[in-house]
Every structure is written in structure tokens, then in C-alpha cells.
């Protein structure tokens, strides 16, 4: 049987590659960490709300990690922007896991575009890396997240794919957003 894991990567192969596709390279100038950032922005802010149902909330909640958002207004700041509320529609307590999953595994990738960042702050010095740096220290909470992610069984399963297109739709819409504006 395929593990959710493998459900989810298989069912949004494209829109990961296409999301890497649009990355490449972003971090080499001031614009396109800006981009980058308020993409993983508008992902922080539909994760922020914990899930409605209480025993999703209490057995998910070690996912949260609001210094994620707090460390992304200070580095937007920093940039020059004040970042304005802004809050998607809050996802069902059964989507909430798959959207997670484009944010906890946006973290093993963070690690190679914190090395394209670091070479960006070289160049000006006043590049903020607060958010990227917490982002992406290591740690197990991918192999944690892949286990909780077995949890879920049944019509979860498929809640969880919705929400992990959903949180790649959101992130891909953020960047061509602010690709074009």
C-alpha cells in the first residue's frame, strides 16, 4: 500500500516542480528573495490558524511554530515592507495536515536556497535571513511529520492531498503575483 507520503509527493509532483521551477534562481537579488518570502508568507498565514477540531489541534500541535511568522514580518521589514494582514480562509481541520506537508518539506529545500541568500547578503549586507536560517536548521522534524502524516487513514488521506494542492496552489499564485506586480 502507498505510504501518504508517497500519495502526496505522486499527487503534486508538477506542482512542486513547477514551484522549484519558479524558485531557481529567485535568491540571487534583493526582488526575488522579496517574492520569495512573501510566498512563503501567504503558506505561514494559511497555516497559522490551528485546526478547528480539537483533537486535531491536540494532536497536531507540535506543528506550529509561530516564530516562523513572526521571524518572516521582521525580515519583510527589514526589507522596506510592512506586510498587510492578510489571512486565507482558514482550511478544514482534515486539510490542515497536506497543506503542513508543503511547509515542513519547503524546510529540506530551504537549506540550498540559504546558501543562495547568503551569497545575496555578501552582496548587501542588509539582506534580513532570520526567517530562512530558522527555516532551515536542522533537526527531525521531517521524519516526525512523515510518521504523524501515517496517522491519517481513509478520507484523510484524500483531505490531505486537497490541502497539499491548495497550500502549492496558494504559494505558486503568491509568487506569479508578485512575479507581475
Not at 505561514?44 to 513572526?70: H, N
Amino acid at each position: 500500500m502507498e505510504t501518504l507520503h508517497q500519495q502526496l509527493r505522486r499527487a503534486t509532483a508538477a506542482q512542486h516542480r513547477e514551484l522549484d521551477a519558479t524558485l531557481a534562481g529567485s535568491l540571487d537579488d534583493r526582488r526575488g528573495y522579496l517574492r520569495f518570502l512573501l510566498g512563503m508568507l501567504s503558506l505561514v498565514e494559511l497555516l497559522a490558524p490551528p485546526p478547528a477540531a480539537i483533537d486535531a489541534r491536540s494532536a497536531w500541535t507540535e506543528w506550529f511554530d509561530p516564530q516562523r511568522r513572526a521571524l518572516l514580518h521582521q525580515d519583510l521589514r527589514g526589507l522596506g515592507l510592512l506586510p498587510l494582514a492578510y489571512r486565507p480562509a482558514a482550511l478544514p481541520a482534515s486539510c490542515w495536515m497536506g497543506a503542513n506537508y508543503v511547509l515542513e518539506g519547503s524546510a529540506l529545500g530551504a537549506r540550498v536556497l540559504l546558501r543562495s541568500a547568503e551569497r545575496l547578503r555578501l552582496r548587501d549586507p542588509r539582506v534580513p535571513l532570520a526567517f530562512l536560517r530558522h527555516h532551515a536548521r536542522p533537526g527531525d522534524r521531517w521524519p516526525r511529520f512523515l510518521d504523524r502524516l501515517q496517522t491519517l487513514d481513509g478520507g484523510l488521506r484524500d483531505d490531505a492531498v486537497r490541502g497539499a494542492r491548495h497550500a502549492f496552489a496558494l504559494v505558486a499564485d503568491a509568487l506569479i503575483e508578485k512575479e507581475s506586480a
